[in-house]
């Protein structure tokens, strides 16, 4: 698996400790937006949809900070907008690596050979790039031509330069099993750490609303995408989850395993969907209606959402809840069987 | 009891992407964007999205849907290029860089003046432009204590420099002496740090200059004797000025990295005379000349005092001129742009 030692063990002890202290509702990872303007406009976004004046807006390095002391996930993921236009990322990225923050920034990398002076290499960082599939579905994902190669030379650059690299792809309709299966062999030749996937959500205000899978196709994408892996192939991601994907295990979605902070404050209910704003995290926990999220509340904006933000965590949990599924787990790790 | 038909133009002011006019019972406007709502209110960014405002409910007579809907806007610009790409040397920025202006704010007219030189433009109406080694700049006085926030407002900036003259409360400072901020504290001990990627910027191109690194304490009257500079630098700061504090405030809330460059007038040992005490409004030679010249008669020892103030004001002027000439252009290189 491409998740790090030191990774695991920190969010193993992080949960381990919330089992403990009797805690119900615990984030695993905080989805850090510190801007929403984008250099691209990708056909399956609804993120970037402002008006100009709140895309140049920009949290500051303190908000971004207190926002991850307030919530304490183990792991912050710098999504948005694209993160390397923030006049500050670096001072961001880098106050929370000093607190021991395991920072995935996620970028599409078109700045990111640029930026790489500013950034310093460590285990606590590492770039996540944004990778829709092979050349032609990717520059078609992102709509602009040459970003597929833009990205693998900035992957080049910084793994040259010592820096942890992983990808993180969004599958839509439409895509083709065989090609995906020799992208992850690409990515892995490439010498990426560990890869990161996941069927892409529907936002109402993304421009292209054809393209989304529904859940059923999800499964039988995942399955025959996934199925007898590689044993080259690394994901950055739990087992469990990416058997959820095939179709293998049914799992519910934990919506406050990776709270959002972004301009507007603390994103109800998750990730996905923005049902409203909470001025703190606790305000976040103690205040949102979980029961009308996930599938079994019949909200009909849960009913197809396989996306990683909701049930990733829901995959981490069952680790823990079992012998049998902490079992399954290392199996998994250990054989790269799905 | 809210009006049902209010009700429901609120849920479409909450999904709205653009701007609406809130028209209030009092007859008054507000245009802003509706980012949250609550059973009494809705919570609005004003139309420069820099101030939140809470409005109730009961105050609002109707909602007009005025302005762009970006949603809306994204969807037919998708609709419209439906299968073609963005070409390959479309600006890996998006059109969201390069024309934003390095900010360097002053109090005083001199300070501004001082900017002008070091940047080779001419200072008009209270402001600079300039363009050194392909980037922006732009100097702003603003005058002592405020006017910050409204200037970083003004000229949307990608970083913001505090600059100008300032009292050393260190023994080892004396007239001249540059000072290159590490933070800043104001009077009640909350502290700001200064972005360090843009600090190491600034600290390589002063190299050889011979500069301090420290902190600032911020004051709002100046600390005139070296009774009340001993009691500023109980914590270790390195000078005192009345600017930097507004400033760093200011560029935090934009999200922006700041740095403060400031020059030693008045070491810790020495006292000011009392009409340099004043913090007159952008210290206007109409102000100062006759305050000085009438200071200057009560005696020899006043005119000693004069003429030493003018040479370590000289010698200030001199060491931030040279210091501002060496950082433009890595200021103007610097990666860490939005």
Not at chain 1, 315 to 334: H, K
Not at chain 2, 92 to 114: F, K, M
Request: net charge positive.
């Amino acid at each position: 698996m491409g998740i790090p030692v030191a990774q695991m063990a920190a969010v193993t002890k992080y949960v381990l400790k919330q089992r403990l202290i009797g805690r119900e509702r615990y984030p695993l990872v905080l989805m850090l937006e510190p801007l929403f303007r984008c250099n691209l406009a990708c056909t399956g976004c609804g993120k970037i949809q402002y008006p100009v004046s709140l895309l140049k807006k920009n949290l500051s390095v303190e908000d971004c900070l207190r926002a991850s002391d307030e919530c304490g996930a183990p792991v912050v993921s710098i999504a948005g907008g694209e993160p390397l236009l923030h006049p500050q990322i670096t001072d961001i990225a880098h106050g929370l690596v000093s607190r021991g923050r395991f920072v995935y920034l996620c970028t599409n990398a078109l700045l990111l050979e640029r930026k790489l002076d500013s950034f310093q290499p460590s285990k606590y960082l590492s770039f996540s790039v944004h990778m829709d599939g092979p050349r032609a579905e990717h520059d078609l994902s992102v709509c602009r031509e040459g970003v597929y190669d833009e990205a693998v030379k900035a992957i080049r650059a910084a793994l040259a330069r010592g820096f942890r690299v992983t990808t993180n792809t969004t599958l839509f309709e439409g895509v083709d099993p065989e090609r995906m299966r020799r992208f992850f062999d690409d990515m892995m030749e490439l010498g990426v750490e560990g890869m990161m996937v996941s069927p892409g959500y529907s936002y109402e205000k993304a421009p292209d609303q054809e393209h989304f899978l529904r859940r059923e196709r999800s499964h039988r994408l995942f399955a025959r995408m996934l199925g007898e892996p590689k044993r080259t192939w690394r994901f950055n991601q739990s087992p469990l989850f990416l058997q959820f994907l095939m179709g293998k295990r049914d799992f519910e979605c934990t919506p406050w395993g990776n709270p959002t902070y972004n301009i507007f404050g603390w994103q109800r209910p998750c990730y996905l969907l923005q049902d409203g704003y909470a001025k703190t995290f606790r305000e976040l926990m103690e205040d949102t209606d979980w029961s009308r999220y996930g599938r079994k509340s019949g909200n009909p904006r849960c009913q197809d959402c396989m996306v990683h933000c909701g049930f990733e965590p829901t995959a981490v949990r069952a680790a823990f809840d079992s012998p049998r599924a902490m079992g399954a787990t290392f199996a998994a790790m250990v054989t790269g069987r799905l | 009891m809210t009006d049902p038909r209010l009700a429901e133009l609120v849920e479409q002011a909450f999904d709205y992407r653009g701007y609406v006019t809130l028209r209030r019972t009092d007859g008054s406007a507000l245009v802003g964007f509706v980012y949250d709502r609550g059973p009494s209110h809705v919570e609005v960014f004003d139309e420069a999205a820099t101030t939140r405002i809470r409005v109730a409910l009961a105050d609002i007579a109707g909602i007009e849907f005025s302005g762009e809907d970006a949603a809306r806007k994204s969807q037919d610009i998708w609709e419209r290029r439906k299968g073609t790409l963005e070409p390959r040397d479309t600006p890996a920025s998006g059109g969201w860089e390069q024309t934003r202006p390095v900010l360097l704010v002053t109090a005083l007219d001199r300070e501004l003046r001082i900017v002008a030189r070091a940047l080779g433009a001419s200072a008009r109406e209270g402001g600079v432009r300039a363009r050194v080694a392909g980037g922006d700049f732009v100097g702003a006085c603003v005058g002592i204590g405020g006017g910050a926030r409204s200037a970083v407002e003004r000229h949307e900036p990608r970083a913001v420099v505090s600059f100008g003259f300032a009292g050393g409360l260190d023994a080892r400072l004396r007239p001249g002496d540059l000072v290159l901020s590490t933070g800043v504290q104001d009077e009640g001990g909350q502290r700001i740090t200064a972005a360090q990627p843009l600090r190491a910027t600034a600290a390589a191109a002063l190299r050889g200059l011979g500069f301090f690194e420290g902190e600032i304490v911020c004051t709002t009257a100046v600390a005139a004797t070296p009774d009340a500079k001993r009691t500023l630098a109980k914590d270790g700061a390195l000078a005192v000025d009345m600017e930097t504090e507004p400033v760093a405030r200011a560029a935090g809330e934009a999200g922006l990295p700041w740095l403060a460059l400031r020059a030693i007038v008045d070491a810790a040992d020495s006292t000011l005379p009392p009409f340099a005490r004043e913090a007159g409004n952008r210290g206007h030679l109409t102000h100062f000349v006759p305050a000085a010249l009438k200071y200057a008669a009560s005696g020899p020892r006043a005119v000693a005092d004069l003429i030493r103030l003018a040479r370590d004001a000289r010698r200030a002027g001199a060491a931030l001129e040279e210091a501002l000439r060496r950082v433009a252009p890595a200021l103007a290189a610097w990666g860490g742009s939005a």
